[in-house]
């Protein structure tokens, strides 16, 4: 059974940074998409940014691009999402996620739990 835990998540204030993690157990994801979504109160699921399992292939959500940056190191079956010059418009659960399409902007099968990100005005 494969599971993803998020982790870095936490409160900061406008104009800061924050980097998140994932880690996979359970199966071996080098051959899978990672992508990551957020939610905040009230509004629906966002995408945020994708990498393909190679990392050649990068796409963001145009609500962050040139702040945010995603990376994957699959020898430690990981994703990560730095984001800079985090706006109070951040503020909200952000999942990861990872699954086989990467052209599509919807998730695959395996989500983490999500993980808090608040930022301060």
């Known amino acids: 059974q494969v599971q993803l835990v998020e982790s870095g998540g936490g409160l900061v204030q406008t104009g800061g940074s924050l980097r998140l993690s994932c880690t996979a157990s359970?199966?071996?994801?080098?051959?899978?998409?990672w992508k990551w979504f957020r939610q905040a109160p009230g509004k629906e699921r966002e995408f945020v940014a994708k990498?393909?399992?190679?990392?050649?292939?990068?796409n963001y959500g145009d609500s962050v691009k040139g702040r945010f940056a995603i990376s994957r190191d699959n020898a430690k079956n990981m994703v990560y999402l730095q984001m800079n010059s985090l706006k109070p418009e951040d503020t909200a659960v952000y999942y990861c996620?990872?699954?086989?399409?990467?052209?599509?902007?919807?998730?695959?099968?395996?989500w983490g739990q999500g993980t808090q990100v608040t930022v301060s005005s």
């Open positions: 359970g199966r071996t994801l080098s051959s899978y998409v």
């Open positions: 996620n990872s699954g086989l399409n990467y052209w599509a902007q919807t998730p695959g099968d395996y």
């Open positions: 990498i393909s399992y190679a990392g050649t292939s990068i």
